[in-house]
């Protein structure tokens, strides 16, 4: 099943790749809701839209290196996505709090 599951990914990652050579977005995956722990500010929702450059559309940034292909809101590592992580430089720290906005503002990613 695993192979089947790994074959799809890159299955997607290749179909990503040549409509982006036609200069074209695909079909994103749907907005993904994220598990909110004890105390959260409020729900947080992962969308592709907002994560995919257009003029530079990839995959391979995020998958599978942090999270996993075709597995929504699971990490490589089959970790739970935490803040904690996020503040070490893991998961979606990898880009937040560096070369994307960073932690000073809670309702750029919790939605009330």
Known sequence: MAKIVRLLGIALLAGLSAAALAGELPKLPRDCPLPSSEGSPGPVVFSHASHV??????????HPALFKTLSKAVTSDGQAISHKAMEQGRQCGACHGKSAFGFDSCDMCHRS
């Open 53 to 62: 450059d257009a003029k530079q559309p990839g995959c391979t940034r995020c």
